[in-house]
């Protein structure tokens, strides 16, 4: 089960001994087991050690640096969250397409990015979805995305997103907004 604490991994030896029933060992009688965490979990481990499961610090909403980015966000943009950033979500419209773009941290595989439609803040419609075992997923019609090559020093690598929508892409609607959703 996950504990939901940032730490190294965690070694189980297993012995297996003593069959009953008539059951006996084989050759393989014991195991090593590591268990290994989550990437965020080792993240928040290099960048806040001992503070990593001190939710005030390490949490996900946490934001060290009171540059109005928590550590969720940061993490998913590959950046150091001790260092003041602005955020690199940005939008605008080209033509008759909207235009997200973000950073993608290449080695958050724990980490699902979705780029979100609404017309009234309230009910979002997934437009675009990304997670490490299908890579992009596009929900609906009319919307494309393009990343672009790996940027970054080893421990914060990112890739460049690009995403692009119809104007339209909720039909019957006068105003649309975009946002970028993350969880983990």
Same mark, same amino acid.
């Given at each position: 089960?996950? %504990? ?6 965690? =070694? @189980? ?5 003593? $069959? ?18 989550? $990437?965020? %979990? ?12 001190? $939710?005030?610090?390490?949490? %996900?909403?946490? %934001? ?5 980015? $928590?550590?969720?966000?940061? /993490?998913? /943009? ?15 419209? @080209?033509?008759?397409?909207?235009? @997200? ?27 675009? =979805? ?6 992009? @997923? ?11 090559? =790996? ?34």
């Amino acid at each position: 089960m996950n %504990d939901g604490l940032a730490d190294t991994n965690k =070694t @189980v030896f297993l012995a297996l001994s003593n $069959p009953t029933n008539g059951s006996a060992v084989g050759p393989e009688a014991t195991a090593v087991l590591t268990i290994t965490p989550l $990437p965020y %979990d080792y993240w928040r481990l290099l960048y806040f050690g001992a503070n990593a499961n001190n $939710p005030n610090v390490g949490g %996900d909403s946490a %934001d060290s640096a009171a540059d109005g980015i $928590p550590n969720l966000m940061k /993490y998913a /943009y590959a950046f150091n969250p001790t260092f003041a950033e602005t955020n690199p979500f940005t939008g605008k419209r @080209v033509g008759n397409m909207f235009q @997200v773009s973000f950073p993608r941290n290449t080695a958050a595989s724990d980490i699902i990015y979705r780029v979100q439609a609404s017309a009234n803040l309230s009910a979002w419609n997934n437009l675009l =979805t990304f997670n490490a075992a299908s890579g992009w @997923v596009t929900n609906v019609a009319g919307a494309t995305v393009s990343e672009s090559a =790996t940027n970054g020093p080893a421990t914060n690598q990112f890739v460049n997103v690009t995403a692009i929508t119809s104007t339209n892409i909720l039909t019957g609607v006068t105003s649309q907004f975009l946002r970028l959703e993350i969880h983990h």
